[in-house]
């Protein structure tokens, strides 16, 4: 019913910028929140951010001033701009979409991660 498709991430310097890329595409149903969570080595998933339909953002504290989430201009499309990177920033990051049939979730479906490493 939703697929997950994410680009993006790979290796940068402490300090420097990435963007991760995430669409969505929904069959018989409508995707509502995307967002974005990581899994550092070993560790459960962190939420990272996450976005709604009418653009309302939620951060982990931690990464406030540091990521941004927002949406594309195509549909069920968001990014994720990381800047000033830091070697914690260091994880797979997965991107998700909730969907149900009409305002309320009915599911979430997730992207097959990528990797960000920030290493000198």
């Known amino acids: 019913q939703v697929q997950v498709v994410q680009s993006g991430g790979g290796l940068a310097r402490p300090g420097g910028s990435l963007r991760l890329s995430c669409t969505g595409s929904?069959?018989?149903?409508?995707?509502?929140?995307m967002g974005w969570y990581r899994r550092p080595s070993g560790n459960a998933d962190d939420l990272v951010a996450t976005i709604t339909t009418t653009g309302g953002t939620k951060y982990a504290e931690s990464l406030k001033g540091r990521f941004t989430i927002f949406r594309g201009s195509a549909e069920n499309t968001v990014f994720l701009q990381m800047n000033n990177l830091k070697p914690e920033d260091t994880a797979v990051y997965y991107c998700n979409a909730d969907y149900g049939a009409g305002f309320d979730v009915q599911g979430r479906s997730w992207g097959q991660g990528t990797q960000v490493t920030v290493s000198p």
């Open positions: 929904a069959t018989g149903v409508r995707i509502t929140t």
